[in-house]
């Protein structure tokens, strides 16, 4: 299974960007999907998950409200709306694939991971 993430960029506080991640195989749709970031010199952090279908989801506290995850499994792609994006938000973001269906906030519950993919908002 590869991931490829992409999406990411400048952005100035206040501004949106969408990141995407695109699995391989064909079992994409059995599998939750969750995107964590990680900030230099800090422990990498769960952003969100979703569930196989597309149902439950599951967000940090800090990106509640402004950030949206979403999959579409005939694309084998899941997506990360950032809305109102804040410098804190600055980080590589990575996709994951979840040992499972159902979504979970524990980066080690995660088996496959994407190259991650560059945010940085500007104050």
């Known amino acids: 299974v590869q991931l490829q993430a992409s999406g990411g960029g400048l952005v100035q506080a206040g501004g949106s960007l969408r990141l995407s991640c695109t699995a391989s195989?064909?079992?994409?749709?059995?599998?939750?999907m969750g995107w964590f970031r990680q900030a230099p010199g800090n422990e990498r952090e769960f952003v969100a998950a979703?569930?196989?279908?597309?149902?439950?989801?599951n967000y940090a506290d800090s990106v509640k409200g402004r950030f949206t995850i979403s999959r579409d499994n005939a694309k084998n792609t899941v997506y990360l709306q950032m809305n109102n994006l804040k410098p804190e938000d600055t980080a590589v973001y990575y996709c994951?694939?979840?040992?499972?269906?159902?979504?979970?906030?524990?980066?080690?519950?995660?088996?496959?991971w994407g190259q991650g993919t560059q945010v940085t908002v500007s104050s």
């Open positions: 994951a694939r979840r040992r499972g269906a159902f979504t979970s906030t524990m980066k080690n519950d995660y088996d496959y």
């Open positions: 195989g064909r079992t994409f749709s059995n599998y939750a």
């Open positions: 979703i569930s196989w279908s597309g149902g439950p989801t």
